[in-house]
Structures are given as structure tokens and as C-alpha cells.
């Protein structure tokens, strides 16, 4: 069976076609790879000299757990800085270049518009992710990790990087500049992060005082990072049992499955509204 | 009728960018805006460009209602902004190409379309270069190219010689009159009237929202009076002065200015009523040595009907 995908997007094409022709492309991808090799280097190196001696294979997984963790972790902040950088300027730069309007006088809907400008950056992250990959085969060297934890960590990056690119891309229609759109779409997901996190403490504190101790406390469901070390908890258990949180297992999937709906809402209200906001006729039809 | 608006207007809030206009366009017309600053032209073009809401009225392209189905009126209409920009890193059929495809327009015509257009707007040898290296008329050339990609009826140009030097602005008027001859339709805005009345069939002057006059431009000269100066030379003091008197009972003449043995004055009739004055001063012994006549421009008109608006 042949399978034919149709990018019926002349954005993505456009975009794609540009961004291989750049000498930044390639140059980006292999800063990205070696940040990625520093930290793994550096970490795998502190694992390496807290092992015990008479190596057992239980020593060398924990190695394996280390890099794999490093990896994972080091790339979602990178993802969370990339992703609403690269796509801020997606409708501001039109603006600013005063080519939105040639846009909007195509047969291209503002819906497709957004989805263009949304995946064309989006398969730049994913270029990024697929470039990781060989680098987790070093972790499998060690052991203690199973592909299912790459492919959860590859998900929950995509879901990542398309809740944070919609987040860059709302705000790149409604500011003028792409400075200004930069920098609401960081302050909006540190706020995310920060908020559910103190929210989150501030609840068990409370709880606390009236004797009441959960295991976790609601508003950590928002956290994405806090979610996407529950997820990798979840996919490892399978080869290693460890858990991350000392908590159950129904929490953890709670917790993931309610994070994996918040980042789905959060994004397509984030591209419903942009779509509303480059409509020139919206509110129409009288 | 290829376009046809009725009463479309606009606010702006509370202000009143244009008030009820009505114009109709003919298949394969230049039909031109005139109007100074911020009479409503680029306010027009982009309502029936499909970007912008209109507060009121209606308007239709070749019978299709631009508000109720826009996507199938942009199908008839190539827009060219007053000030748009290009991408970057993009050659000049790529430019055009990426337009094309955003018109849906089949991959296999795109090519032999991108070179016909090209020829048309005399960028062909540009083909390979970035866009961003063109100069101003040339990416104004390019964008009107890029206007035409879905091949759509009616074209409206929104000062498409805008900043261009009197070369490249001939050179514009050629393609539009290049592009009438194939058929199409054109809209198109300036601020300057003789610029617009050489090549346009029919003209609109635009002020404050407003449409003053519209016709074609003999109908707008008779609309607003051909009128003309004359300037008559008295031969003595007394042959003037009896002359003004003359003058003053005749209904035609205007405003009167004297030079020395000389009157000038505003004339509102035609020759024959000039040669009708003639006989009334020598009917009542006025002495002329000379008599001469100049008609106004179009655009000492065009100035006095903004001038009378506001
Ligand atoms: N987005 C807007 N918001 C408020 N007022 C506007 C807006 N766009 C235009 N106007 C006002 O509407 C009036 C008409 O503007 P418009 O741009 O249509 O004029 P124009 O005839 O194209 O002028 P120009 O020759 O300068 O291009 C102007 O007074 C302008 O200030
Ligand atoms: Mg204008």
C-alpha cells in the first residue's frame, strides 16, 4: 500500500524550501546536537564515577537511566525555548514586511494560513527531535531504558512544542512586533510553569495546616514539566520499576492524562484565536 | 457590469471614510480613482479586495456579491496594495510561484503563466535573482505580475506608480493599456487626474468619502463647466472701463483682474459666447486690441472640485 501525503501548503513548501537553502540551518542543528553531547558527557561522567565497584548490570542501568534522563530533560527546556521563538514572528513579521495582505487576498483561508506558518516551524523542532535520536542509543548501551520511553518522550515533545509554537503564534497576531510577541509567549508558558508550581504548594501547605497530607496536589497537573517526568515514570516502570514521584500509578496517569488535555486546549485555543484574528472579514456576513 | 457597488461605506468608528458610493465598472475599462489624501481610495479598494468589512452597502463582481461570497470574488480580483513588501530569499518565479499555488492555481500551468507574465512586466531576464534585490519599480512590476497569477478579470491597482520615476511610470502605463487590450479590467487609484484621464476610459473623483463627479472625462469637464480665461486688452483707460461695465452685465464671466490696460477674467461659455462679448463691445465702442483665451487643465478642475468640497 502506498501511502501519499499531500502538503497541500504553499507556506510549507515556501518555508522549507528557505530554510534549506540557509547556511543557518545546519549550523543550528549541530550547535543543537553538541549542547546535547556537553550535557550528556558531563553527566554520564558523574554517573560513571559514583559507580560502585564490581560493576553488576543493575550499576551500568542506572548509567543508561542517567543519560537518558539528562537527554530528555535538556532537550524539552530547548524545546521550550525554541518553539515560541519560531514561531512569534510567524504573522508580525508579515505585518511587518507588509505581506499579510497579500496573503489574505488568496484562495488561502486564514485557518490554512496559521496551520502553514504553525507546521512549517513545527518540522524544524521535529528535525531536532529525529537528530536526538542516535544519541539515546547510547543510553540503550547502558541499559535500563526501553524504546517505549523514547517514543512517550518523543510525543510529549511534539505536544510541547505544539502548545508553546501555538502559544508564539497567538501572540504574533496580535503584536505588531516580533520582540513584543517573543517575549509575551515566554512570559505566558514561564508563568505556566511557575504558577501551577507555587499554586501547587501553596495548596499542600494549606492542606497541611489542616492535617491533611496528599500525595500531590491538583495544580501540578498543569505543570508540563513536572507532567512529562510522570509520563517518562510511566513508560520506564515497564524495565526498571522506578518511579519518579512516590506516588500511585493511577495519580500518574492522572496526572499525565490531565496534562496531555490542558496542552491540547491551551493550543487550540491558542490557533482558534489566531485564526479569528487574521480574518479581515470576521464578524461578517450580514 | 463587471463591478457594481452600492452605497458601500464606511466608518472608521465614529468617522466617515466613505459615504455611500456608488460606481460601476465595464468589462475591459480602466476605470480610475482620483482623490488627495485620505479620500477614501485605498478604503474602497480594500473592501472590495475582500480585507476589510464594509459598514454598509453592497458590491458585486460579475454578479457575485463580495460580502456574502468573498472567497469566489477573489477568484475575479488581483489586488496590488499602495506599499506591500516581499519576502525574502525567494527568486522572482518562486515569488510568483508561491502566489500561484496560494491561488490553487494547477502545477503544471504554473510555469508557461510565470513566464508569459513575466515578458508582460519586463522582469524576464530577473527570473533567478531574489526578489529583494529588484529595485522599487521593478518589485512594483513584480506585484503587479504577481496580481495577475490567477488570471482574474478585474485588477485593482492601488497606486501602482506610486514613488516611480517618469520612465517607469510610462512604462506602467504601457502594460495597463497592454492588459486592457487582453480583455482586462482595471481599477485604479491615483491622486494625480492627468495622470488617470490619458489612459482611463472613465474617472471618479473621490474627496472625503465622497464621490464628487464621475463620467468619462469629457462628461466630467462639462459637468464641472469648460471654463476658461480670457484676457482682453482695451486700447485706452476709457475703453476699459467701459469695457468692465460691459462685462459685468454679461452673466458668463466670473472673477475679473486688471494689469495695466489689461483685464483678466473668468470665462464660463463657449467660443461662441466669446464671440458674442466681441460684438457687445464694439456695440458699445469699446475699443480691443487684443483678446485671448486659455482653457483650464484638467487639474486646476480636479483642484477647484476638491477645493469646492471642502
Ligand atoms: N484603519 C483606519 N482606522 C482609522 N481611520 C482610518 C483607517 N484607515 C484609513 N483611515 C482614515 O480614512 C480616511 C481615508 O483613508 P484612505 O487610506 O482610504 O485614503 P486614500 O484616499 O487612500 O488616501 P491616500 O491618497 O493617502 O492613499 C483617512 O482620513 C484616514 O485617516
Ligand atoms: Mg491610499
Same mark, same amino acid.
Given at each position: 500500500?502506498? $501511502?501519499? $501525503?499531500?502538503?497541500?501548503?504553499?507556506? $510549507?513548501?515556501?518555508?522549507?524550501?528557505?530554510?534549506?537553502?540557509?547556511?543557518?540551518?545546519?549550523?543550528?542543528?549541530?550547535?543543537?546536537?553538541?549542547?546535547?553531547?556537553?550535557?550528556?558527557?558531563?553527566?554520564?561522567?558523574?554517573?560513571?564515577?559514583? &559507580?560502585?565497584?564490581?560493576?553488576?548490570?543493575?550499576?551500568?542501568?542506572?548509567?543508561?537511566?542517567?543519560?537518558?534522563?539528562?537527554?530528555?530533560?535538556?532537550?524539552?527546556?530547548?524545546?521550550?525555548?525554541?518553539?515560541?521563538?519560531?514561531?512569534?514572528?510567524?504573522?508580525?513579521?508579515?505585518?511587518?514586511?507588509?505581506?499579510?495582505?497579500?496573503?489574505?487576498?488568496?484562495?488561502?483561508?486564514?485557518?490554512?494560513?496559521?496551520?502553514?506558518?504553525?507546521?512549517?516551524?513545527?518540522?524544524? $523542532?521535529?528535525?531536532?527531535?529525529?537528530?536526538?535520536?542516535?544519541?539515546?542509543?547510547?543510553?540503550?548501551?547502558?541499559?535500563?531504558?526501553?524504546?517505549?520511553?523514547?517514543?512517550?518522550?518523543?510525543?510529549?515533545?511534539?505536544?510541547?512544542?505544539?502548545?508553546?509554537?501555538?502559544?508564539?503564534?497567538?501572540?504574533?497576531?496580535?503584536?505588531?512586533?516580533?520582540?513584543?510577541?517573543?517575549?509575551?509567549?515566554?512570559?505566558?508558558?514561564?508563568?505556566?510553569?511557575?504558577?501551577?508550581?507555587?499554586?501547587?504548594?501553596?495548596?499542600?501547605?494549606?492542606?497541611?495546616?489542616?492535617?491533611?497530607?496528599?500525595?500531590?496536589?491538583?495544580? %501540578?497537573? %498543569?505543570?508540563?514539566?513536572?507532567?512529562?517526568?510522570?509520563? &517518562?515514570?510511566?513508560?520506564?516502570?515497564?524495565?526498571?520499576?522506578?518511579?519518579?514521584?512516590?506516588?500511585?500509578?493511577?495519580?500518574?496517569?492522572?496526572?499525565?492524562?490531565?496534562?496531555?488535555?490542558?496542552?491540547?486546549?491551551?493550543?487550540?485555543?491558542?490557533?482558534?484565536?489566531?485564526?479569528?484574528?487574521?480574518?479581515?472579514?470576521?464578524?461578517?456576513?450580514? | 457590469?463587471?463591478?457594481?457597488?452600492?452605497?458601500?461605506?464606511?466608518?472608521?468608528?465614529?468617522?466617515?471614510?466613505?459615504? !455611500?458610493?456608488?460606481?460601476?465598472?465595464?468589462? #475591459?475599462?480602466?476605470?480610475? =480613482?482620483?482623490?488627495?489624501?485620505?479620500? #477614501?481610495?485605498?478604503?474602497?479598494?480594500?473592501?472590495?479586495?475582500?480585507?476589510?468589512?464594509?459598514?454598509?452597502?453592497?458590491?458585486?463582481?460579475?454578479?457575485?456579491?463580495?460580502?456574502?461570497?468573498?472567497? !469566489?470574488?477573489?477568484?475575479?480580483?488581483?489586488?496590488?496594495?499602495? =506599499?506591500?513588501?516581499?519576502?525574502?530569499?525567494?527568486?522572482?518565479?518562486?515569488?510568483?510561484?508561491?502566489?500561484?499555488?496560494?491561488?490553487?492555481?494547477?502545477? #503544471?500551468?504554473?510555469?508557461?503563466?510565470?513566464?508569459?507574465?513575466?515578458?508582460?512586466?519586463?522582469?524576464?531576464?530577473?527570473?533567478?535573482?531574489?526578489?529583494?534585490?529588484?529595485?522599487?519599480?521593478?518589485?512594483?512590476?513584480?506585484?503587479?505580475?504577481?496580481?495577475?497569477?490567477?488570471?482574474? !478579470?478585474?485588477?485593482?491597482?492601488?497606486?501602482?506608480?506610486?514613488?516611480?520615476?517618469?520612465?517607469?511610470?510610462?512604462?506602467?502605463?504601457?502594460?495597463?493599456?497592454?492588459?486592457?487590450?487582453? #480583455?482586462?479590467?482595471?481599477?485604479?487609484?491615483?491622486?494625480?487626474?492627468?495622470?488617470?484621464?490619458?489612459?482611463?476610459?472613465?474617472?471618479?473623483?473621490?474627496?472625503?468619502?465622497?464621490?464628487?463627479?464621475?463620467?468619462?472625462?469629457?462628461?466630467?469637464?462639462?459637468?464641472?463647466?469648460?471654463?476658461?480665461?480670457?484676457?482682453?486688452?482695451?486700447?485706452?483707460?476709457?475703453?476699459?472701463?467701459?469695457?468692465?461695465?460691459?462685462?459685468?452685465?454679461?452673466?458668463?464671466?466670473?472673477?475679473?483682474?486688471?494689469?495695466?490696460?489689461?483685464?483678466?477674467?473668468?470665462?464660463?461659455?463657449?467660443?461662441?459666447?466669446?464671440?458674442?462679448?466681441?460684438?457687445?463691445?464694439?456695440?458699445?465702442?469699446?475699443?480691443?486690441?487684443?483678446?485671448?483665451?486659455?482653457?483650464?487643465?484638467?487639474?486646476?478642475?480636479?483642484?477647484?472640485?476638491?477645493?469646492?468640497?471642502?
Amino acid at each position: 500500500m502506498k $501511502i501519499k $501525503i499531500k502538503v497541500n501548503n504553499p507556506i $510549507i513548501s515556501s518555508e522549507m524550501k528557505i530554510r534549506m537553502r540557509s547556511w543557518r540551518s545546519p549550523i543550528a542543528l549541530l550547535v543543537y546536537i553538541f549542547i546535547l553531547v556537553i550535557f550528556l558527557l558531563i553527566f554520564a561522567s558523574m554517573a560513571l564515577s559514583t &559507580m560502585r565497584y564490581g560493576y553488576s548490570s543493575a550499576d551500568y542501568s542506572e548509567v543508561g537511566l542517567v543519560i537518558f534522563y539528562t537527554l530528555s530533560i535538556v532537550q524539552f527546556f530547548i524545546i521550550v525555548l525554541v518553539a515560541p521563538a519560531s514561531t512569534a514572528g510567524a504573522i508580525s513579521s508579515e505585518r511587518e514586511k507588509q505581506t499579510l495582505d497579500l496573503l489574505l487576498c488568496t484562495q488561502m483561508s486564514p485557518a490554512k494560513i496559521v496551520i502553514g506558518k504553525l507546521v512549517s516551524s513545527l518540522l524544524w $523542532i521535529l528535525l531536532m527531535f529525529v537528530a536526538s535520536i542516535p544519541l539515546y542509543s547510547i543510553a540503550f548501551l547502558f541499559g535500563g531504558v526501553n524504546p517505549m520511553a523514547v517514543v512517550t518522550v518523543m510525543l510529549y515533545y511534539f505536544l510541547v512544542s505544539l502548545t508553546a509554537g501555538s502559544i508564539g503564534l497567538f501572540y504574533s497576531t496580535v503584536f505588531k512586533r516580533t520582540v513584543t510577541s517573543s517575549i509575551m509567549a515566554y512570559l505566558t508558558i514561564f508563568l505556566i510553569f511557575i504558577l501551577s508550581l507555587v499554586i501547587g504548594y501553596a495548596e499542600l501547605f494549606f492542606l497541611s495546616q489542616r492535617g491533611v497530607y496528599p500525595d500531590f496536589a491538583k495544580a %501540578f497537573y %498543569f505543570n508540563p514539566f513536572i507532567a512529562f517526568l510522570g509520563a &517518562m515514570s510511566i513508560a520506564l516502570q515497564g524495565s526498571t520499576g522506578s518511579n519518579i514521584f512516590a506516588v500511585t500509578s493511577y495519580q500518574l496517569y492522572t496526572l499525565v492524562i490531565v496534562n496531555v488535555i490542558f496542552l491540547f486546549v491551551l493550543s487550540s485555543f491558542s490557533l482558534l484565536t489566531s485564526m479569528k484574528r487574521i480574518n479581515p472579514l470576521k464578524g461578517s456576513k450580514r | 457590469m463587471l463591478l457594481k457597488t452600492v452605497n458601500l461605506t464606511k466608518y472608521y468608528g465614529n468617522f466617515l471614510a466613505l459615504d !455611500k458610493l456608488n460606481i460601476e465598472v465595464r468589462e #475591459g475599462e480602466i476605470y480610475g =480613482f482620483v482623490g488627495p489624501n485620505g479620500a #477614501g481610495k485605498t478604503t474602497a479598494m480594500k473592501i472590495l479586495a475582500c480585507l476589510m468589512n464594509a459598514s454598509a452597502g453592497e458590491a458585486y463582481i460579475d454578479g457575485i456579491s463580495i460580502m456574502q461570497n468573498p472567497a !469566489k470574488a477573489k477568484k475575479l480580483i488581483g489586488y496590488m496594495p499602495d =506599499f506591500f513588501g516581499v519576502y525574502d530569499n525567494l527568486k522572482v518565479d518562486e515569488y510568483l510561484d508561491f502566489y500561484a499555488d496560494a491561488h490553487n492555481v494547477p502545477k #503544471g500551468e504554473r510555469g508557461p503563466l510565470i513566464d508569459d507574465l513575466l515578458r508582460l512586466v519586463n522582469l524576464a531576464d530577473k527570473k533567478d535573482k531574489y526578489v529583494d534585490t529588484l529595485s522599487r519599480g521593478m518589485k512594483q512590476r513584480l506585484c503587479l505580475a504577481r496580481s495577475l497569477i490567477h488570471e482574474p !478579470k478585474l485588477l485593482i491597482l492601488d497606486e501602482p506608480a506610486s514613488g516611480m520615476d517618469p520612465q517607469a511610470r510610462a512604462e506602467m502605463k504601457f502594460i495597463l493599456k497592454a492588459l486592457k487590450a487582453q #480583455g482586462k479590467s482595471i481599477l485604479i487609484s491615483s491622486h494625480i487626474l492627468p495622470e488617470l484621464s490619458e489612459m482611463c476610459d472613465r474617472v471618479c473623483i473621490l474627496s472625503r468619502g465622497k464621490a464628487v463627479v464621475s463620467g468619462n472625462i469629457d462628461e466630467i469637464m462639462d459637468t464641472m463647466g469648460r471654463r476658461a480665461k480670457i484676457t482682453i486688452g482695451f486700447l485706452a483707460d476709457e475703453d476699459l472701463q467701459n469695457g468692465v461695465a460691459v462685462m459685468r452685465t454679461n452673466d458668463l464671466v466670473g472673477e475679473m483682474v486688471r494689469e495695466g490696460n489689461n483685464v483678466e477674467a473668468v470665462f464660463n461659455g463657449t467660443d461662441e459666447d466669446i464671440s458674442k462679448l466681441i460684438k457687445a463691445f464694439a456695440l458699445s465702442d469699446v475699443r480691443i486690441v487684443s483678446i485671448s483665451k486659455t482653457v483650464q487643465s484638467l487639474e486646476q478642475i480636479f483642484l477647484e472640485v476638491i477645493g469646492n468640497e471642502n
